[in-house]
């Protein structure tokens, strides 16, 4: 570790900038000007070299050295499992950590930990170290720019990589791409009072700044012609966790931090007023349950209070993911206000309470969120004819059924929503999934779905709400769920017709 902090320091005190390039080769770089790279201390990931001499070079593929040769051995140092040998610079060889099912947690321990490096699987993580050291060591707060990493294998790679070594972007490899998405978040956390300060740079709703934007800063035009248009729609995911915390603030934590690394947009929770919800009999029932020894018990301990509400609200803040709720009854619905959710949901449970309802489309016109489930058309004429000014009306169609059979999901109906936001341009369409893994919501994306949700839990437990349908956040389904969703936003891509970059080979009329 010695060695590589001074290697690392003496790259680092040739620049009398404290900026900080971390190189991926996502198409989105070949947006950039070249002369944004210069003296700006370069850490690329793989064979990124091939965009622009980088300073430090990490990979763990052997593929990738194969690919930086023909490149030229740009770098100034290689940190590496493999066993590269270049013809120029200086190699270092560091453990590979590979990414498990049950690993995440480590890795991240590792990443806080300033006392040794190594080739993470999600290099990004790495990159990020290496970083702050950097920064550490000249004591003074860097600007990194995260540029060409796009979390988007689908879209390719940058023009200027020519080796045509990389792997076959088969699903696996693709998660683990899209994944480092993820993972950022919570590296963000991580790294919020440090000598680190970060900005993404692409098109993704977490940048800070566009390529053109990056352009300007450094006082550049934009490259012209170089941008592509894009419509791809952004696919809000939420986690739904209704009460799978159980009132525990630990359990809580986890839940928003897990699904913030698996990709999610937003955490939803729900609100409800006990006492006045249910009746006196219905609160007095005899209930077994962890919580209690009546019905009343054991809803009183799920439910949040303001402080919880201040945690969410702080902790969400921190790792970069939205949170708002279900708010099932007026007396909630009051309180709610001062929490500033950033949107609210009325469920499908409470469709028939159309006065409560009503009161919330005549008093709110912030982001509403409104399921259907165990409704038909007539509810979806009421909604049409009673929500008119909101801001947004993500309208979610839902089937009830937990899980819902294959046969009753209906992915239509997202169709007909479409259809209705074209006259209605404040609905988004959208998919409350109640049915087993992607497939549905994949389809629902298709049908023009700009929101989905998934119920989550921690564990298999005996009490984990619709834990039928629930994915396990101590496993990779619902990582996986999230990658499936972003593929096929990818895939579904834009509704204008034109010639792509990637077409070639036509037969043009002779003259």
Known sequence: MARILNLVENIA????????????????????????FENSLIIALNDAEWITDPDITIFHESWVGKSISLAGNRSKLY????????????????PYEPLGNDTSDLMMSRFYDKKSLEIEEIMLLTALKVARLVADQKNVTHQAYLVGLDFTPGSGYSKKIKSGLDPKLDPSRSAGIEMQRHFLNNALYMLKDSNLDISHVGHQEMSALTPSGLNS?????????????????????TAEITTNHF?????????????????????????RDVDSFYSKEQLIAPYASPFGTTFGEYRHALELDKEDFAFIDELCAQVGIGWFLSVLDQVSFEKVQELKPAMIKLPSTISEHTGYLKHVSETYNGPLVLSTGMTDKSYEDWILRTFKSQEKLYLLHANSAYPT???????????????????????????????PGWMGSALAVAAGAGMVEKHVKLGNTEWAHFDAVALDLTTSD??????????????????????????????????
């Open 13 to 36: 005190s040739t620049y009398d900038t404290h900026r900080i390039i971390i190189l991926g080769k996502g198409p989105s770089v070949d947006e950039i000007e070249e002369k944004v």
């Open 79 to 94: 940190l590496t499992s493999t066993d590269f040998q270049p013809t120029s610079g200086i190699v270092e060889r560091l």
């Open 217 to 237: 800063l450094f006082g550049l035009k934009p490259l012209a012609g170089e941008v592509e248009t894009s419509e791809v729609q952004n696919v809000v995911i």
């Open 247 to 271: 009132g525990d603030r630990n359990r809580l934590e986890s839940l928003i931090l897990k699904s913030s690394q698996a990709g999610a947009d937003f955490v939803k929770f729900q609100i």
């Open 405 to 435: 059979p294959e046969q009753d999901c209906n992915i239509g109906v997202i169709r007909r929503y479409s259809e209705i936001a074209q006259k209605h341009p404040h609905i988004i369409p959208g998919w409350s999934s109640h049915d």
């Open 478 to 511: 619902f990582e996986e769920y999230v990658v499936a969703i972003r593929r096929a936003q990818s895939i579904v891509g834009s509704s204008t017709k034109r010639v792509t970059k990637s077409e070639h080979h036509k037969y043009w009329v002779s003259n």
